[in-house]
């Protein structure tokens, strides 16, 4: 599936669509953007995913390089949600598209 950036960024700032950072919580500690909910690649594989996202919006998905991402998608697809979207731009280039940083 094809996607932009900047309405990625946009579906954000209205809440239309979430962005899911698949990378584990020490990565999460060191730096992660400000419009993404953590959700590890470990606890997905476990069956476990966070209370309170919607699965029928669309979700993207973001990691340190782009290879989780494409093993998570199918995971949130067997856990309900309706469109996953492994970005292939991973955090350093996301913030370099200018996706804020978290604190």
């Known amino acids: 599936m094809s996607y932009d950036l900047d309405e990625i960024k946009d579906g954000l700032e209205d809440s239309e669509v979430q962005l899911l950072d698949v990378r584990e919580q020490d990565e999460w500690d060191a730096g992660h953007l400000a419009v993404t909910t953590l959700v590890p ?6 069956g476990i995913c966070p209370d309170g996202l919607d699965k029928s919006k ?3 998905l973001h990691c340190r390089s782009g290879r989780r ?23 350093e280039a996301l913030m ?5 940083l978290g604190s």
């Open 41 to 46: 690649l470990s606890a997905l594989r476990e």
């Open 58 to 60: 669309s979700t993207y």
């Open 69 to 91: 991402v494409l093993e998570a998608a199918p995971l949130l697809e067997q856990l309900g949600f309706e469109k996953v979207v492994p970005l292939d731009e991973g955090f």
């Open 96 to 100: 370099a598209e200018g996706f804020p």
